[in-house]
């Protein structure tokens, strides 16, 4: 079945430090991702839909200039948390569709901004 | 999107069929109902989806009404492994993002 990859698993970054976070889907090329975060004891709220070439669309509430999502090609989308605080710790989760491929998620990467 | 109310947390013993109920009353002609879970710190994992009929596959069931106003996960003999948050969605097929909800905590008791 699809499969989509997520690196790294969990990260730990000081204060102030950016982080990168790869969404990779495997064996199928996904028009479209999203990029979703959970917080502890909660349900994934939807930070973006990632199209490829061309711009994220932000749910509101988020900040497009601190979370920048780049989605390159068809197989890769990246979630870059600049100037990283700890209030943006969380569990990040990708998630990758096509028009046959029902919603397929990454494994999650967790956060730590220390 | 239609909403969806699930119970919040359901116990069940292991080698027991679990139930688990969705409502979806304004869900509309042409939007499916999807099932995932998630097992603690993984990311959600797709289960089955249907939009009128039954449909089965190697993990589950899922029974939907008549009227299409609610539906049922069945896991027919669940294990310790299938304790998770399970999640109900309705979305249209090739519709864009899911939204969650908080979904129902499935306990499978040994």
């Known amino acids: 079945g699809a499969v989509v990859s997520q690196h790294p698993s969990r990260v730990i970054c000081k204060s102030g430090t950016s982080v990168k976070i790869e969404c990779r889907s495997l064996?199928?090329?996904?028009?479209?991702m999203f990029w979703y975060r959970q917080f502890p004891k909660q349900s994934l709220m939807l930070m973006a839909t990632?199209?490829?070439?061309?711009?994220?669309?932000?749910e509101q509430g988020v900040e497009k200039d601190k979370f920048l999502i780049n989605h390159a090609s068809l197989t890769l989308s990246t979630l870059t948390v600049t100037s990283a605080h700890p209030e943006d710790s969380s569990f990040y989760i990708c998630?990758?569709?096509?028009?046959?491929?029902?919603?397929?998620f990454g494994s999650g990467t967790r956060l730590t901004v220390v | 999107d239609a909403k969806t109310t699930q119970p919040p947390s359901m116990d069940c013993a292991e080698g027991r069929a679990a139930n688990l109920p969705c409502n979806h009353s304004?869900?509309?002609?042409?939007?499916?109902v999807y099932w995932y879970r998630q097992i603690h710190s993984q990311g959600p994992q797709y289960i089955i989806h249907?939009?009128?009929n039954n449909e089965t596959n190697e993990m589950a069931s899922l029974i939907i009404t008549e009227d299409r106003k609610s539906s049922t996960l069945i896991l027919p003999h669940a294990t310790l492994r299938d304790t998770a948050v399970y999640y109900c969605?309705?979305?249209?097929?090739?519709?864009?993002?899911?939204?969650f909800g908080p979904g129902t905590r499935l306990s499978v008791l040994p």
């Open positions: 998630s990758a569709k096509t028009a046959t491929i029902p919603h397929t």
């Open positions: 064996d199928f090329q996904a028009t479209t």
């Open positions: 990632s199209n490829e070439g061309s711009k994220a669309t932000y």
């Open positions: 304004t869900i509309s002609g042409n939007e499916y």
């Open positions: 249907g939009l009128k």
């Open positions: 969605i309705v979305r249209v097929y090739d519709g864009q993002n899911f939204v």
